[in-house]
T-cell receptor
Framework: DGGITQSPKYLFRKEGQNVTLSCEQN?????MYWYRQDPGQGLRLIYYSQIVNDFQKGDIAEGYSVSREKKESFPLTVTSAQKNPTAFYLC???????????FGQGTRLTVV | AQSVSQHNHHVILSEAASLELGCNYS??????LFWYVQYPGQHLQLLLK??????LVKGIKGFEAEFIKSKFSFNLRKPSVQWSDTAEYFC??????????????FGKGTHLIIQP
């Protein structure tokens, strides 16, 4: 089945550590996105990538980094510089400009 | 800055009541419009979308939405809700700003609770 796979589903991190969230898609979509979901805040765009080896900052990119070495993969690193990293992270992809986004099941990150 | 506003953060209705969730966006250019739903414990899924044509669009599970360009609105409606409609609903807008896919801009969501 085609879709987006995020792993792990739950992740715990100690303060001061970097952690990488995985996102893989087999939909052959060009564009991929990372969102952060907090209660009462909706989804906020962290980073997006329209093509391989290119990515752009979203609205809340500080403390995060990404890479896009393969079309299928768009990992997100939450660095120790992110002040409030505990959140639910969603990865999405689209086939083109303005089209429907397909979402993964999310990763819940908790900093302990 | 471009933004999407959802008017109600929490809505409580009884079964069989009619539903309307408001959504407004601030962008004067070309937009594509979406409503997504997130059922408890599940991932976001598309309810309906508007790209062009008839401004009244029908989605899954009896939902519909009307695009009113002059009001920058895309309100979601359902004539008679069911207990299973309890979920978080997000309005989203894709705004064209010169070439690339800038991602969807989401509203803050409306938490809908349907009481039996």
């Amino acid at each position: 089945d085609g879709g987006i796979t995020q792993s792990p589903k739950y992740l715990f991190r100690k303060e001061g550590q970097n952690v990488t969230l995985s996102c893989e898609q087999n939909l052959n979509h060009d564009a991929m996105y990372w969102y952060r979901q907090d209660p009462g805040q909706g989804l906020r765009l962290i980073y997006y990538s329209q093509i391989v080896n290119d990515f752009q900052k979203g609205d809340i990119a500080e403390g995060y980094s990404v890479s896009r070495e393969k079309k299928e993969s768009f990992p997100l690193t939450v660095t120790s510089a992110q002040k409030n990293p505990t959140a639910f992270y969603l990865c999405a992809s689209t086939s083109g400009q303005g089209t429907e986004a397909f979402f993964g099941q999310g990763t819940r990150l908790t900093v302990v | 800055a471009q933004s999407v506003s959802q008017h109600n953060h929490h809505v409580i209705l009884s079964e069989a009541a009619s539903l309307e969730l408001g959504c407004n966006y601030s962008y004067g250019g070309t937009v594509n419009l979406f409503w997504y739903v997130q059922y408890p414990g599940q991932h976001l899924q598309l309810l309906l979308k508007y790209f062009s044509g008839d401004p009244l669009v029908k989605g899954i599970k009896g939902f519909e939405a009307e695009f009113i360009k002059s009001k920058f609105s895309f309100n979601l409606r359902k004539p008679s809700v069911q207990w299973s409609d309890t979920a978080e609903y997000f309005c989203a807008v894709s705004m064209y700003s010169g070439g690339g896919a800038d991602g969807l801009t989401f509203g803050k969501g409306t938490h809908l609770i349907i009481q039996p």
